[in-house]
C-alpha cells in the first residue's frame, strides 16, 4: 500500500501568514489522485480539496493544492482564524486508499 | 443535500462483533455515482478506510481488515452497515461512515462519526 508521511507534524502561525503543508507518498500516485481534508476537534473530515489541485465546493480560494507524482503541497495564503485544524492528505490512486498522519495547524 | 448519520452501540466487549449503520438523507443511496465507505480514527490518531459497498452489493475492503469486516447496504431503507468481528481494544474508534466518489474516490460528506470503545 502507498504510505504518505505529512510534514511537518505541527505548523505554528500567526493569522494572516502563510501555511505550506508536505504531503510526500512512498510510491508514485496514479493520476495525482490525492486529495486534501481540513478536520476541527470534535468533527468529521472536510474535503478541501481533490485530484491534486482542485477546489471542493464551497472552499474559499486561499487553499490551493498543488504537486504531483510523490510530492504534493497544500497551501492557505493567509490563515483565518477558522483555519487552525488538522489536515489530512488521502490517495485514492492505488487501493487501499491511504490518509497521512496529519498536520496541526496551531495559533502561534 | 446529502447528510449521512451513524448509528449503533457505543460499548462492544472484547471478542465480539461490532455492528454500525450510517443512514443516509436528501439523496439515494441507489445513485449509480458513489460508493458508500466506513473510515475510523482511533483517539488522537489518523485515519483508516475500512472498506466501500456500491448500490449492486458489491465490495471492496482494506486487507488489513478483510478478514473480520462485513459491509452490507439496504436500498429500501437508504442505509448501509459495517460488521467487525473478534474485536479487540485496537478497534477502539470513531467510527465515520461518507459518501466516496465513483471516478474520484475521495470522501464527501462525512457523518458526524460515532465513537466505539471495545472493553469488557
Known amino acids: 500500500e502507498i504510505v504518505l508521511t505529512q510534514s511537518p507534524g505541527t505548523l505554528s502561525l500567526s493569522p494572516g501568514e502563510r501555511g505550506t503543508l508536505s504531503c510526500r507518498a512512498s510510491?508514485?500516485?496514479?493520476?495525482?489522485?490525492l486529495a486534501w481534508y481540513q478536520q476541527k476537534p470534535g468533527q468529521a473530515p472536510r474535503l478541501l480539496i481533490y485530484?491534486?489541485?482542485s477546489r471542493a465546493t464551497g472552499i474559499p480560494d486561499r487553499f490551493s493544492g498543488s504537486g504531483s507524482g510523490t510530492d504534493f503541497t497544500l497551501t492557505i495564503s493567509r490563515l483565518e482564524p477558522e483555519d487552525f485544524a488538522v489536515y489530512y492528505c488521502q490517495q485514492y490512486g492505488s487501493s487501499p486508499w491511504t490518509f497521512g498522519q496529519g498536520t496541526k495547524v496551531e495559533i502561534k | 443535500q446529502v447528510q449521512l448519520q451513524e448509528s449503533g452501540p457505543g460499548l462492544v466487549k472484547p471478542s465480539q462483533t461490532l455492528s454500525l449503520t450510517c443512514s443516509v438523507s436528501g439523496g439515494s443511496i441507489s445513485s449509480a455515482n458513489y460508493y458508500w465507505s466506513w473510515i475510523r480514527q482511533p483517539a488522537g490518531k489518523g485515519l483508516e478506510w475500512i472498506g466501500r459497498?456500491?448500490?449492486?452489493?458489491?465490495?471492496n475492503y482494506n486487507p488489513s481488515l478483510k478478514s473480520r469486516v462485513t459491509i452490507s447496504v439496504d436500498t429500501s431503507k437508504n442505509q448501509f452497515s459495517l460488521t467487525l468481528s473478534s474485536v479487540t481494544a485496537a478497534d477502539t474508534a470513531v467510527y465515520y461512515c461518507a459518501r466516496e466518489g465513483l471516478t474520484l474516490n475521495c470522501f464527501d460528506p462525512w457523518g458526524q462519526g460515532t465513537l466505539v470503545t471495545v472493553s469488557s
Open positions: 459497498i456500491y448500490t449492486s452489493g458489491s465490495t
Open positions: 510510491q508514485s500516485v496514479s493520476s495525482n489522485y
Open positions: 485530484g491534486a489541485s
